[in-house]
């Protein structure tokens, strides 16, 4: 049986949040702050491309799971629906993160 996804960097936070608390337990409330100031600019960048891209949502452009492609040779044809499924996903990456940054450089 295999462990979850991100058990070694839940457990080494988990242990670095241990070891803040033991040297300056006073700064676990800001910590706490922090991480959900966050948290919460993730949530506003989401909520911010769904309400700028409303049409342009990446599981609308995903590929059809249902019938996949045939594969000819080593070479994997990308038509257009391949490419515009690939730049919204990036397009959300992005905007989620620029959010999370800006709130993190403004912390």
Known sequence: MRTPRMTKTATLALA???????????????????VALVLLA???????????????RPHILSPDPVNPREMSGDALRFDLWDTLY????IRRAVIVAAAMLAVGLGL
């Not at 506003?44 to 891209?53: E, P, Q, S, T």
């Not at 690939?86 to 996903?89: C, E, G, K, L």
């Open 16 to 34: 670095l949040l241990c070891l803040v608390a033991l040297i300056s337990p006073q700064q676990l409330g800001v910590i706490a702050y922090k």
């Open 86 to 89: 690939i730049t919204a996903q």
């Open 42 to 56: 993730g949530v506003a960048g989401y909520i911010l491309d769904r309400a700028l891209f409303p049409y342009a």
